[in-house]
């Protein structure tokens, strides 16, 4: 397609397979400070779908069966990778203290798993 016809495409919002809430949430809004942009359940007991933000990074959580498989990825570019990484091992989490590593392709990056099996990497482009 040309520049003309193309459309306009806003940032990805990964989909996560969640299992466990209380560990998901402890991970991510406890630990890694995102914050809940919505919750949902199509009756009280059913599984929930979870919209979470992170400064502009939107990432979904669902714990239905057939949304998403465990074991998924994604990239999230911040400022400063090693200042991410003290302030994360500050805290303590019981289940992670990332540490950062020099990428031979020009970034620092942090990988951490989550509860449920699924890769978060933090990076920052190394400066020339």
Same mark, same amino acid.
């Given at each position: 397609?040309?520049?003309?016809?193309?459309?306009?495409?806003?940032?990805? @919002?990964?989909?996560? $397979?969640?299992?466990?809430?209380? %560990?998901?949430? %402890?991970?991510?809004? #406890?630990? =890694?400070?995102?914050?809940?942009?919505?919750?949902? $359940?199509?009756?009280?007991?059913?599984?929930?779908?979870?919209?979470?933000?992170?400064?502009?990074? &939107?990432?979904? =959580?669902?714990?239905?069966?057939?949304?998403?498989?465990?074991?998924? !990825? %994604?990239?999230?570019? @911040?400022? #400063? @990778?090693?200042? =991410?990484? &003290?302030? =994360? /091992?500050?805290?303590?989490?019981?289940?992670? $203290?990332? !540490?950062?590593?020099?990428?031979?392709? !020009?970034?620092?990056?942090?990988?951490?798993?989550?509860? /449920? !099996? /699924?890769? @978060?990497?933090?990076?920052?482009?190394?400066? %020339?």
């Amino acid at each position: 397609m040309d520049d003309h016809t193309s459309p306009a495409a806003g940032p990805a @919002v990964p989909t996560f $397979r969640s299992f466990n809430e209380e %560990a998901t949430r %402890a991970f991510y809004m #406890d630990f =890694l400070g995102f914050e809940v942009l919505f919750e949902h $359940r199509f009756e009280p007991d059913f599984p929930l779908y979870m919209g979470i933000r992170l400064g502009d990074c &939107e990432i979904h =959580l669902s714990e239905h069966y057939g949304d998403v498989m465990p074991g998924g !990825g %994604a990239r999230i570019p @911040v400022p #400063d @990778v090693h200042a =991410l990484a &003290e302030a =994360l /091992n500050v805290k303590k989490y019981k289940f992670s $203290r990332p !540490g950062v590593t020099d990428q031979p392709w !020009g970034e620092y990056s942090m990988d951490i798993k989550d509860p /449920n !099996g /699924n890769r @978060v990497t933090f990076f920052t482009p190394k400066t %020339a």
